[in-house]
């Protein structure tokens, strides 16, 4: 399995996120801010490519888009009124997928799931079937940062937007990076996927890395550098 194309977005946010719409080569009405930071990172990876109608897309999130879930559920229990439409469709982790695969314009499987982990197997499957993958992993901050520091004791508050673009037909030296040897198993090392993406912005070509995540392990083999 190769890695096309990769895109790490990490940001410290001290005051507040910055807006990520401005930044979307195609944008969409009403997208709230986890949806724009994955829009924002899954564009920037696929870059100028044409994705395949059949092309997978899988993305992953601990929490969602938390801020968005705020707002439904003070409407809710707090002012005794329903949520605005749009608030309570975004809220929802298919709509995030619909905002990820329109902007390709591709009609493949999307998943949403808690884990990054959780998403590679599946794409490993859906590669060895020759489909194009886009997996992505997003994480963003609670908008009032007493909140966000209340909940998750955050020294640092960090917003993430990390995208692999995965495929198997493909020439070695066009791609970035190779993966083999998934295993399942414990592991669990933290910040696993940080380290990931870390290996794939700063190491030489020839460079291996050994991933141990939750309850999956891979090698990857540094094939090419990135072009800035």
């Known amino acids: 399995m190769y890695i096309y194309d990769f895109f790490n977005h990490t940001e410290k946010i001290e005051e507040k996120a910055s807006d990520k719409k401005q930044l979307l080569t195609k944008k969409f009405n009403r997208t709230d801010n986890f949806i724009n930071l994955a829009l924002y990172g899954a564009q920037k990876c696929v870059g100028e490519m044409v994705l395949h109608k ?40 298919a709509a995030k997928l619909f905002y990820i695969a329109k902007s390709f314009e591709v009609e493949g499987k999307t998943l949403f799931v808690d884990r990054f982990e959780s998403a590679l197997p599946q794409a490993f499957v859906d590669v060895q079937n020759d489909k194009t993958v886009l997996v992505g992993a997003v994480k963003e901050v609670i908008s009032d940062l007493t909140v966000h520091l209340e909940y998750f004791a955050a020294e640092a508050m960090e917003e993430e937007s990390r995208w692999l673009l995965l495929s198997r037909i493909i020439e070695n030296q066009e791609a970035l990076a190779y993966i083999s040897n998934m ?44 072009e800035s």
């Open 54 to 93: 059949k092309s997978s897309i899988y993305l992953a999130s601990r929490n969602g888009n938390m801020n968005t879930t705020f707002k439904v559920l003070e409407a809710i229990f707090l002012e005794n009124k329903l949520p605005m439409p749009f608030n309570f469709l975004n809220s929802v982790n």
């Open 183 to 226: 295993q399942f198993g414990g592991y669990g090392e933290e910040n696993a996927i940080a380290m990931l993406f870390k290996f794939l912005d700063e190491g030489k070509v020839g460079d291996h890395f050994t991933f141990k995540g939750y309850n999956l392990s891979f090698d990857v083999e540094k094939l090419k550098a990135k």
